[in-house]
């Protein structure tokens, strides 16, 4: 797959969808994990029209995460509900699937290195997350295999300042220059990884979006709302005020 090719797959593409099931197609893929399976919707799809496929990972808790400030974390008994729906969506494939119910970090290693064509990637998106994720998973691609990922948005405050910042963008882009490989910004907040040390690294902007890549610019871009705690002296003297104020410069 050329990087010319990507780019026209990327162009073409009218979903992430159907983005991923004509990439995989192309490559052929026999093995693949999915982290962060949710109600199975991508799984269903990758398994109907990638014939090719043997072996696909299911990976997600579904539980409830009490260290996981983002809004899709709810109670175990709605978890409960979207793991059943997402077996029933992939039910008829329940020969092809692997079902790890867990944290990556929990059951990645049930899965042998070396072994994936292609895994993706769209787990709890916070720092701490996509972290775990792309570190445990890399050693589990083929050489010459890809991740690719959901949510690889332009600002890190994709949920709001409330909640934990979204660091797909740039902490991936960051990890493909660790490991010296290329990797893809392309359309519909998607990015994709090839495991080709080789190659050397490279942030190849397909979509033309990304800009720049530290984060200083994406947090000065969003203003914190202010505390409700704060008072008229705080904001006049003080250490407390000093710091808020300090803070809001930063996030203005």
């Not at 962060?36 to 269903?44: L, P, Q, S």
């Not at 970090?105 to 720092?127: K, Q």
């Not at 409330?162 to 990890?175: D, R």
Request: glycine residues 8%.
């Amino acid at each position: 797959m050329t990087g010319d090719a990507i780019a026209a797959l990327a162009r073409d593409s009218r979903s992430r969808l159907q983005l991923w099931a004509t990439f995989l197609n192309s490559l052929e893929a026999h093995a693949v994990a999915e982290i962060g399976v949710y109600r199975g919707a991508f799984a269903a799809r990758i398994l109907s029209t990638c014939p090719a496929i043997t072996t696909y990972y299911m990976i997600d808790p579904w539980r409830q995460l009490a260290d996981w400030n983002k809004p899709a974390n709810r109670n175990d008994a709605f978890f409960e509900r979207v793991f059943q729906e997402a077996m029933e969506s992939t039910g008829e494939h329940a020969g092809r699937r692997v079902v790890l119910r867990g944290r990556t970090t929990e059951v990645i290693d049930r899965i042998p290195d070396g072994s994936l064509d292609f895994a993706y990637v769209d787990g709890d998106h916070t720092l701490r997350g996509i972290t775990a994720d792309l570190v445990r998973v890399y050693p589990k691609i083929r050489p010459g295999g890809w991740i690719g990922g959901d949510d690889f948005a332009r600002s890190i405050w994709q949920h709001g300042v409330q909640f934990e910042p979204t660091l797909v963008f740039p902490f991936a882009v960051y990890f493909a220059e660790a490991v010296g490989s290329r990797i893809y910004g392309l359309s519909h907040r998607q990015f994709l990884l090839e495991k080709r040390p080789d190659r050397g690294f490279r942030f190849v902007d397909v979509s033309g979006k990304y800009g720049k890549l530290d984060l200083l610019s994406q947090m000065t871009s969003r203003r914190a709302p202010a505390s409700a705690a704060e008072t008229p002296a705080d904001r006049q003297c003080g250490k407390r005020g000093f710091l808020r104020r300090a803070r809001d410069r930063l996030l203005r």
